[in-house]
C-alpha cells in the first residue's frame, strides 16, 4: 500500500525530508503477519508506524509492545509462562504465590525493499522469556516465494488459534520456532508450503545416560490451509544417538500429522479445534520456554538397546466470543498423551497434560488491552501420580506506534 507523507520527519535527530511512503498493511486482530501468527492479544498486531529510508526503495518499520502481567498461583508456581512441567518439581508447591513481570514485552523490526526481482522482506523479534534477557523469537528473510531464517515451524498452523493473556496459545499446539528454508504458494484461497527445518532429537529423560541426541537429516515439513478455516500438516524426521558420550549409536524415523479448523457461528462466534497424532514428535510440543524438554521426548531406548519412538496424541476444542467490538471471551480445553512403556527409567515422565482456561478481554483502545484470565492444569506422570496447578492471571498490554 502506497500512502504519500506531506510533512518532514526527523530521523536519528536532523534528517528532513518530505518522500512518498510505502507502509506496511494494518495487521488486524485475528489475521496472519508474515509469519501467519495471528493477533493474538488485541489489535493492531504492530508496524503502523512505517517510514520509507530517503533515496532508497525500502521501508522500515519498528514495533513490539509492553505488557504486563500480574500472576497468582494458587498450589504451584507455574512460572512466567504457564509452564505445565513446572508441576513435575517439588519445590514449586506453593500456599499461594503472586509474580508480577513485564518479561513478555517485545520489540521487533521490519524492512521491506522493492526491486525488479520482487519485494525483499525482513522480520527480527524478541522478548525477554523466561529470566528478562533478550531472547531472539523470530528472525527471518522473504523473497517472493522463498523464507529463510528462524520462526515458527511450518508443521504449526494458527488457523485454530485463539485469543489468550498466557504466552502462546494452550498447551497442545506445535509452538517451536525452527531454523529453515520454505516456499510457499496461494491460489485462491488455498496456500501450500513445504520446507526443510533444523532437525533434533531428544531422548526420554531416563535414558539419559544410555543415548545422546544427534542432529540428522533435516526435518520435512507440509501444510495445506483452506480460507483461514482448515488446516492440515504434516512433519517426516530423522531421529538419531551417536555413541561419542553414551553406548547407544542408532536411528530411527518419526512423523506425525495435524489437522485445525475454525468454524463461524454466526458474527461473533468461532468453534475452534485441533487434533494431532504421531510418533517421534514429542519435541515440538515442549513448551517454548522451558529447558526441561525431556518431559516430552522424541525417542526412548528399549531393553534391547534400540531406539524407538515414542507416540503422542494431542486433541483439544475452543470457543471464541466477540461481546462487543471491544469485548472478547476465549474458553476451551486440551490433552496431550503420550504412551512410553511402564518401566521404572519413565516414572517421572509425564504421561498426560489437560489444560483448560477461560478469559475476558478488554481492547479500551487499539493501543491498550486489558484482560483476566483463568488457568488450571493436570499432569499426571508414567507412575500414575498426578498434580495439578491453578492460575489466576491479569494483564495490561501498550501497543507501540
Known amino acids: 500500500m502506497i500512502k504519500t507523507l506531506n510533512k518532514n520527519l526527523i530521523v536519528v535527530g536532523v534528517i528532513v525530508f518530505s518522500h512518498s511512503v510505502f507502509a506496511f498493511d494494518v495487521v488486524e486482530s485475528g489475521k496472519p503477519v508474515v509469519t501467519g501468527e495471528p493477533s493474538?492479544?488485541?489489535?493492531?498486531?504492530?508496524?503502523?508506524?512505517?517510514?520509507?529510508?530517503?533515496?532508497?526503495?525500502?521501508?522500515?518499520?519498528?514495533?513490539?509492545?509492553?505488557?504486563?502481567?500480574?500472576?497468582?498461583?494458587?498450589?504451584?508456581?507455574?512460572?512466567?509462562?504457564?509452564?505445565?512441567?513446572?508441576?513435575?518439581?517439588?519445590?514449586?508447591?506453593?500456599?499461594?504465590?503472586?509474580?508480577?513481570?513485564?518479561?513478555?514485552?517485545?520489540?521487533?523490526?521490519?524492512?521491506?525493499?522493492?526491486?525488479?526481482?520482487g519485494s525483499v522482506k525482513t522480520y527480527v523479534e524478541g522478548?525477554?522469556?523466561?529470566?528478562?534477557?533478550?531472547?531472539?523469537?523470530?528472525?527471518?528473510?522473504?523473497?517472493?516465494?522463498?523464507?529463510a531464517g528462524q520462526t515458527w515451524t511450518n508443521y504449526m498452523s494458527f488457523v485454530a488459534a485463539t485469543r489468550t493473556l498466557r504466552l502462546g496459545d494452550p498447551s497442545g499446539f506445535a509452538f517451536t520456532r525452527q531454523g529453515q528454508i520454505r516456499y510457499t504458494t496461494k491460489f485462491d484461497q488455498h496456500l501450500f508450503a513445504v520446507a526443510l527445518e533444523d532437525p533434533s532429537t531428544v531422548i526420554a529423560r531416563g535414558d539419559g545416560v544410555l543415548a545422546e541426541g544427534e542432529k540428522g537429516?533435516?526435518?520435512?515439513?507440509?501444510?495445506?490451509?483452506?480460507?483461514?478455516?482448515?488446516?492440515?500438516?504434516?512433519?517426516?524426521?530423522?531421529?538419531?544417538?551417536?555413541?561419542?558420550?553414551?553406548p547407544v549409536d542408532d536411528e530411527t524415523v518419526g512423523a506425525g500429522v495435524q489437522t485445525h479448523v475454525s468454524l463461524p457461528l454466526g458474527q461473533s462466534t468461532w468453534l475452534k479445534g485441533t487434533a494431532s497424532y504421531g510418533s517421534g514428535i514429542g519435541d515440538l510440543y515442549g513448551e517454548p520456554a522451558n529447558e526441561a524438554r525431556k518431559s516430552m521426548p522424541d525417542v526412548y531406548v528399549d531393553d534391547d538397546g534400540d531406539l524407538k519412538t515414542v507416540d503422542l496424541l494431542v486433541y483439544g476444542a475452543f470457543v471464541n466470543h466477540y461481546w462487543t467490538p471491544k469485548w472478547f471471551s476465549s474458553v476451551g480445553y486440551t490433552l496431550m498423551e503420550q504412551d512410553l512403556p511402564d518401566n521404572a527409567r519413565y516414572s517421572g515422565d509425564i504421561e498426560t497434560i489437560d489444560y483448560a482456561w477461560v478469559n475476558l478481554i478488554w481492547d479500551p483502545t487499539s493501543r491498550v488491552t486489558v484482560g483476566v484470565e483463568y488457568q488450571w492444569i493436570e499432569v499426571e506422570q508414567n507412575s500414575g501420580v498426578s498434580e495439578d496447578g491453578n492460575r489466576l492471571m491479569a494483564s495490561l498490554r501498550f501497543n507501540s506506534s
Open 40 to 117: 493474538r492479544v488485541g489489535p493492531p498486531w504492530n508496524h503502523r508506524s512505517t517510514f520509507n529510508i530517503p533515496g532508497t526503495e525500502t521501508d522500515i518499520a519498528f514495533g513490539g509492545y509492553v505488557k504486563f502481567d500480574a500472576l497468582y498461583d494458587f498450589d504451584h508456581d507455574l512460572g512466567v509462562v504457564t509452564d505445565p512441567f513446572n508441576l513435575q518439581n517439588p519445590a514449586n508447591k506453593t500456599d499461594g504465590r503472586a509474580t508480577f513481570t513485564a518479561n513478555e514485552s517485545r520489540l521487533n523490526f521490519r524492512t521491506n525493499t522493492k526491486t525488479d526481482a
Open 127 to 147: 522478548h525477554f522469556v523466561p529470566t528478562g534477557g533478550f531472547n531472539l523469537r523470530h528472525a527471518y528473510g522473504e523473497w517472493n516465494n522463498i523464507l
Open 217 to 246: 537429516l533435516p526435518d520435512l515439513t507440509a501444510r495445506y490451509e483452506f480460507s483461514r478455516n482448515f488446516a492440515v500438516s504434516g512433519i517426516l524426521r530423522h531421529l538419531s544417538t551417536n555413541g561419542n558420550n553414551a
